[in-house]
């Protein structure tokens, strides 16, 4: 054990001095320094005196910085002021006597394969103090990772019933396998009951429907497909008590369903745990989190204590009343949430209901997955003050399993929204970011015109366009609305405010944007040119190549399409007609009108700072000595009118 007190009374040990080039020197001593044991004293000196001293008991180590130098000011320290190798510094060259190097190499160590005594007692400090933190280190990981193993084995294995659980209550559709037709009929099998029966030919891959014998719905599969195999994919939290102690998992569930297997297949992985434990009257969380880590790939990796996960899962419910007791601050966890059908954050559920009376209430009223989230008016006093809506919608909020960015929706609606439209609305389970959208748009649309309008666009989509999610034609939808209003269409017929093809309609109300964009920008560019901007231009060219000047905003935009580089951008638009650095396109002499290079040169200095063909390439010799000719002539030719009085 070092103690400081001890240490700074200990007597100095002087050192051979300073001599030729070595500018520091050391003394080294071992000290019986009462509780302290046996210590190494080593005081290290430079031209100006003493600098700092370094101690050690052969375990441990500490630094007095007596003099600052460097980043180092004065103060103890565990920093090492000594470099690992002698040749990063001048630090290891100290010159030390004989005695000074046996003391060091008593207490920390040979340094007999050093071939020079100046390096002894550097290297040593250095090795000693290497050793001793990669020591510390592999044994703090060392205890980690046992911690972490004691921690694991905690987790008892996975329940029996976890894949019927998720079969009945996580995913809530199913595949139904159909073998080719016989007799205009074909044979469908069901995934989930395993029920098989006839169909028609109506039924058809890709299709969904609902399973006539155990009422889920399903999706239409091809058997005869080799890869016809669908995976479907959850997060599920899973609560249990190990001695006393709380621990969550939270599990990765996949599901897969084949054409040969009449079962689906079910494959669980932990991401993340947290454990509740006491010790010694001590209440800590621990975290663990399966990431990625720095140079390699996925593994656990402990979290800092406390660390919490909010993310959304499902929450296995069979045993929350082994875990919770009876009744949890007032709830019985496991009645109230046997009847969730979406993810919900369950840590923020217990921590809700412990700290926020008002949770009790949503929970019990079957709004559980309101009880869950953060809650906006933590002192609300009824529904109406919490969700901004009355207690008619109760019945409707309990059957949908709203959250508050749908009920947002109810809220925002500049008129009445229908019990109908909304459910249809949450049966789509639609991201915050689309219901902001769906918000956007209803400022011109209802609710249950806009949801049916989307999904039958996609219906009748192409199948390229098909295959993007619903969230993509809502997007499209607002895009169109706010641009037909900013063209101040009449939003009050339905062929403008619904058309018939809204891909066609999105695409053509674009190009009028840009165009309207174009057309003022264009006039823009022209009265740049009126006030001048050219005042000082002549034509420029050889049997080769010619320069020509833009004249139109659009001029730079089809450069930058037909090249395939950026010099359509508005930051290059507006330098140039602002006349500092300046665009200019280099033709083919042969072929003026075909972009071929474009140039941005200052034309104060005569310095080109981009020279670039299709696909920002280099330009070859010629080009290159062809614009740098220019570019010394723009100087030139503005000199010279300047010098003439004649300016924009």
Not at 3 to 27: C, D, M, R, V, W
């Amino acid at each position: 054990m070092l103690i400081k007190s001890i240490l700074e009374n200990l007597p100095l040990t002087p050192g051979p001095g300073p001599s030729g080039k070595l500018q520091y020197s050391a003394g080294a001593a071992i000290h019986q320094a009462g509780r302290c044991g046996e210590v190494l004293s080593v005081d290290v000196y430079d031209l100006k005196g003493l600098l700092y001293r370094f101690f050690s008991d052969g375990k441990n180590y500490i630094t007095q910085v007596v003099r600052p130098f460097r980043d180092f000011s004065v103060e103890w320290t565990e920093r090492n002021p000594v470099s690992g190798y002698f040749y990063d510094n001048d630090y290891p060259c100290m010159a030390a006597t004989q005695e000074s190097i046996d003391a060091v190499e008593k207490k920390l160590g040979s340094t007999g394969f050093w071939r020079d005594d100046i390096h002894k007692v550097g290297e040593a400090i250095s090795r000693f103090v290497s050793d001793t933190k990669r020591e510390q280190r592999d044994l703090a990981w060392h205890n980690k990772m046992e911690l972490q193993k004691r921690h694991f084995a905690m987790f008892p294995a996975y329940p029996a019933d976890l894949a019927k659980f998720c079969e009945n209550k996580v995913f809530q559709e199913s595949v139904m396998y159909i073998s080719k037709l016989e007799k205009g009929k074909r044979r469908a099998t069901c995934r989930h009951c395993g029920k098989s029966f006839r169909v028609g030919r109506e039924i058809k891959p890709g299709g969904k429907g609902v399973c006539p014998k155990c009422g889920l719905p399903v999706i239409y599969r091809a058997e005869w497909v080799k890869k016809s195999e669908i995976t479907h994919k959850a997060k599920i939290c899973i609560a249990c008590k190990v001695d006393g102690q709380l621990l969550l998992r939270y599990t990765d569930v996949v599901r897969t369903i084949e054409p040969g297997r009449k079962k689906p297949s079910y494959r669980f992985s932990d991401y993340f745990k947290t454990l509740f434990l006491v010790n010694n009257g001590k209440a800590t969380e621990y975290a663990y989190a399966w990431t990625v880590g720095p140079y390699y790939g996925y593994d656990w990796r402990r979290q800092r204590n406390g660390t919490e996960n909010y993310g959304d899962s499902y929450v296995y419910t069979e045993n929350l009343r082994e875990v919770f007791g009876d009744k949890y601050y007032n709830v019985d966890l496991q009645t109230s949430l046997s009847g969730i059908r979406r993810p919900i954050c369950f840590r923020r559920l217990l921590d809700n209901l412990k700290n926020i009376p008002q949770t009790e209430y949503l929970v019990k009223s079957g709004l559980f997955v309101l009880a869950s989230d953060f809650l906006p008016k933590k002192d609300a006093r009824n529904m109406s003050e919490l969700l901004g809506i009355g207690r008619s919608w109760l019945p409707v909020l309990r059957e949908t399993q709203a959250d508050f960015y749908e009920i947002k929706v109810i809220v925002e609606a500049t008129g009445a929204v229908r019990p109908e439209d909304f459910k249809d609305l949450c049966a789509l389970r639609l991201d915050r970011y689309d219901l902001q959208y769906v918000r956007d748009i209803m400022r011109f649309n209802t609710l249950g015109h806009t949801l049916r309008y989307v999904q039958a666009q996609r219906s009748l989509a192409s199948i390229k366009l098909r295959h993007n999610k619903l969230s993509y034609f809502i997007t499209l939808y607002r895009d169109y609305l706010n641009m037909a209003d900013t063209l101040q269409s009449d939003m009050s017929k339905r062929a403008i405010l619904e058309p018939r093809d809204l891909k066609e309609r999105h695409d053509l109300l674009v190009a009028r944007i840009n165009e309207q964009k174009d057309e003022l920008e264009n006039q823009r560019f022209k009265r740049a040119i009126d006030d001048g901007l050219y005042w000082w231009a002549h034509e420029y060219a050889n049997k080769d190549y010619c320069v020509v000047y833009p004249q139109k905003r659009s001029d730079l935009t089809t450069e930058g399409q037909c090249l395939n580089h950026c010099v359509g951008m508005k930051m290059y638009y507006e330098n140039h007609i602002a006349g500092r650095s300046m665009i200019f396109f280099i033709r083919s002499y042969e072929k003026p009108d075909k972009p071929f290079f474009t140039a941005e040169i200052d034309v104060e200095t005569g310095r080109i700072q981009q020279l670039h063909g299709f696909g920002n390439c280099s330009a070859p010799k010629e080009v290159r000595s062809f614009t740098e000719g220019f570019a010394k002539s723009c100087v030139r030719w503005r000199t010279n009118k300047s010098a003439l009085g004649v300016s924009a």
